[in-house]
């Protein structure tokens, strides 16, 4: 039997609430007939478009994540939206660690180790994003540098929260209009190291379970080949999935070479 494809992609601060909501009614309709027994499709919209999407988007087509979240389940955070404001529009996944977070935003391992843990606590899916710099690339520091992103992120969650984990491998120069996209075997190659650091984490059963998603620069040229990889369980599609045509053919794609 083949194995569930994990295709979505994060619209960060491109598209608002009218945006959104053609957007998914038209993707919706484009992949109704597609199996959801093969295809775990998931959008994450912007904040302000969450409701109006859950309304217009069947959860039994797609699933909802949110980009980000506060480490408390409420509290005096001003400008944070806590897991159970993202329950209460109908959210159930959430996106943590994203290269932008990190890198532009300054989160630290320990802050998305918070709202890991929170998230966990509040029973979200939770979508972990790892990756390396350019300049931690050129030095060989890769393999490094994801293990400790996913071993400090990972601090604490239970062996049976890996039932709702996802990972996914961004390396940073990768992601933008100017990223790169890894070749089909370094993606491979990285992902080899995550899957086995999850392994030493939650042992073989724990570790096997939970998807390994690769996104950067995936495009319709590149998505099939990538997908072929072992270990690579689906891809997190940037700016290729945010037309809802192009997406529904590299879904189609992708699903055909499975």
């Known amino acids: 039997m083949k194995k569930k494809v994990y295709l979505g992609t994060n619209t960060k601060m491109y598209k608002g609430i009218a945006d959104t909501v053609v957007y998914l009614e038209e993707l919706c309709r484009l992949t109704a007939d597609i199996s959801r027994e093969a295809l775990e499709l998931f959008i994450i919209p912007s904040f302000t478009a969450l409701e109006s999407a859950r309304r217009c988007a069947p959860e039994a087509l797609v699933r909802l994540g949110a980009q980000n979240m506060g480490w408390e389940e409420q509290g005096p955070y001003t400008g944070e939206i806590s897991p159970r404001m993202l329950r209460e529009v109908g959210v159930s996944i959430v996106e943590l660690g994203h290269s932008e977070r990190r890198h ?6 320990d802050m998305i180790n918070r709202k890991v843990l929170c998230a966990e606590q509040q029973g979200l899916t939770i979508l972990l994003c790892v990756g390396e710099t350019a300049e931690e690339k050129a030095r060989g520091l890769a393999d490094e540098v994801l293990r400790t992103q996913l071993k400090a992120g990972l601090f604490g969650v239970d062996p049976r929260g890996t039932e709702r984990l996802w990972v996914a491998y961004e390396p940073v120069w990768a992601i933008g209009e100017n990223g790169v996209p890894a070749s089909s075997a370094y993606a491979g190659e990285r992902h080899a190291t995550l899957r086995r650091t999850l392994i030493e984490l939650y042992g073989p059963e724990g570790g096997s379970r939970v ?3 690769y996104g950067g620069s995936v495009h319709q040229g590149n998505a099939v080949e990538l997908s072929r990889e072992a270990e690579i369980d689906g891809l997190f599609i940037g700016r290729s999935a945010w037309d809802a045509r192009n997406f529904a053919a590299i ?6 070479a499975g």
């Open 251 to 256: 879904i189609r794609e992708v699903l055909a």
């Open 104 to 109: 532009v935003l300054g989160e630290t391992d």
């Open 211 to 213: 998807p390994l998603l």
